[in-house]
């Protein structure tokens, strides 16, 4: 009977605390900061795509192609820790209104470009090279962790005045936070570029092919605040 008694003490006192957690005076706002910056490097994914009816001298021709791309890419003296080979792929495809055999060899190079103003120089090269294919051009800062800081204390501020903002009609003040959670998701442009934009005339200086702009670094969060 005793036991008893106390195990009904033991979840009365529970229920009690749990009641009192529930009332206890809050308020949940979101906030968001956002930096931007101008790219200072460029990520670039290119291809070179063979086709023929032969495996082995599409395979040939191909690999013959890209090391010309990566003889170049040495020279202009891109870090070999910046150049990776992403893929490799020989594909069969069958013609079938000429019913006829054909293979599409492809290779494809992923370049991180440190100096930014050096594209149109890397991309022509590459142009000459032998490469006929271009799969993404990415902007990046070098600085993202630092910007990625700055837009999360702001979005921090942004909900703290939020909430004052609220509470202020009401007589009462903002108190600690007692949940933060983090809702930033990374977010970078990256346009394609048609082939045609990377060449130049011949006797004509070489042409600006890529509009920079800026990054938006944004930094979401939702925090919960006592109210006192």
């Known amino acids: 009977m005793k036991k008893a008694f106390l195990i009904m003490i033991f979840f009365c006192s529970v229920a009690s605390q749990a009641q009192e957690l529930k009332l206890v005076p809050q308020i949940s706002v979101s906030g968001e900061g956002e930096i931007k910056a101008v790219p200072d490097q460029v990520f670039i994914s290119i291809a070179v795509e063979t086709k ?7 395979k040939k021709q191909n690999d013959a192609t890209i ?24 594909n069969p495809q069958y013609d079938y209104e000429k019913k ?5 060899a492809t290779q494809t190079i992923e370049i991180l470009l440190k100096n930014i103003s050096q594209y149109d120089a890397l991309m022509e090269g590459l142009v000459d090279a032998g490469i006929n294919r271009i799969n993404s051009v990415e902007f990046k800062t070098s600085k993202l962790t630092e910007y990625q800081s700055e837009a999360r204390k702001l979005a921090m501020k942004e909900a703290k005045s939020k909430a004052e903002d609220y509470v ?12 933060i959670t983090d809702n930033t998701q990374n977010y970078y442009p990256q ?32 925090v919960s605040f006592l109210l006192e």
């Open 52 to 58: 023929g009816t032969n495996a082995t001298d599409v």
């Open 168 to 179: 202020s009609v009401l007589g009462q003040k903002v108190g600690k936070a007692i949940t």
């Open 67 to 90: 090391e010309k791309v990566l003889q170049f890419i040495t020279k202009f003296k891109v870090p070999k820790s910046d150049v990776q080979t992403q893929s490799i792929s020989l």
């Open 191 to 222: 346009p394609m570029y048609a082939m045609k934009t990377m060449m130049m005339d011949q006797g004509e200086t070489p042409r600006e092919t890529l509009a920079i702009g800026e990054i938006n670094i944004t930094a979401t969060v939702n």
């Open 100 to 104: 006829k055999r054909n293979y599409n």
